[in-house]
Nanobody, 121 residues
Framework: QVQLVESGGGLVQPGGSLRLSCAAS????????MGWYRQAPGKQRELVAT???????NYADSVKGRFTISRDNAKNTVYLQMNSLKPEDTAVYYC???????????????WGQGTQVTVSS
């Protein structure tokens, strides 16, 4: 089975920084698109950033210039560096990955359980 585990969330003051990590483990033939989503209480889940396996990353307009997504394919890990955090960034952040578990298998979408990010003074 495939598992995604997020870490790095916590409480931070406005203007502060956090770095989220998401490590994929289990039966993985190849990782394709990886990304981060977030969901605040009472709101829909929204895309934050994605990074394809062989292309440039994409960002939501609300985080451009403040967040940076990166990946380490050797470690099956994706990161989200969050700078200049604002109270409106408060949410549960979820890791997502499209994963092929074997050579002849269809690519599937996998989700982590989420990590809480709270931006408050």
């Amino acid at each position: 089975q495939v598992q995604l585990v997020e870490s790095g969330g916590g409480l931070v003051q406005p203007g502060g920084s956090l770095r989220l990590s998401c490590a994929a483990s289990g039966s993985i033939f190849r990782l394709y698109l990886m990304g981060w989503y977030r969901q605040a209480p009472g709101k829909q889940r929204e895309l934050v950033a994605t990074i394809p396996s062989g292309s440039s990353p994409n960002y939501a307009d609300s985080v451009k210039g403040r967040f940076t997504i990166s990946r380490d394919n050797a470690k099956n890990t994706v990161y989200l560096q969050m700078n200049s955090l604002k109270p409106e960034d408060t949410a549960v952040y979820y890791c997502n990955a499209n994963i092929q578990v074997a050579l002849a298998y269809v690519v599937g979408a996998y989700w982590g359980q989420g990590t809480q990010v709270t931006v408050s003074s």
